[in-house]
């Protein structure tokens, strides 16, 4: 199973279609920054039903050694780039990340990189007999998809509609 690195945005959207307990099923060692931990605090103190870090004993907050100074002038927020910068000393751990931005520097870093979305499949293996209503549900929880990638996610998971 790979060891992962997340972000805000995985643990927030796989929390609200109340799946989170899926990933140490599927991943050994789940690290997030205290970055991610400061901004679900954030979304709490705001009203929103956010996952608290502390109630899940599989995760462990690390800190990363040091962000490359280029990366500070990148419009990307301090989970992004805590989860890069921790992702840049473990390379060949998992990296959990939405953002298309933070995703592009994770590839130019020749780093694995996993959306939300790609966790679904993986949980076809064992955890579900169908995705696609967690799909729908990631859908109804704010999460955006084009039609083809809707289509792709599915079609990994041998669920193809026409």
Known sequence: MPEVITNTSPMLYLYRIGVLEWLPQLCDNIRIPQAVVDELEVGQRNGYEVPTPGHYPWLEVVEPRAVPSEWLSLDLGPGELAVLAIALDHPQRVVLLDDSRARRIAQAAGLTIWGTLRVLPEANQG?????????????????????????RILALAGESQT
């Open 127 to 151: 955890l579900t007999n169908r995705i696609a209503p967690h799909v729908d549900q990631l859908q109804n929880a704010g999460m955006w998809m084009s039609e083809a990638i809707r289509q």
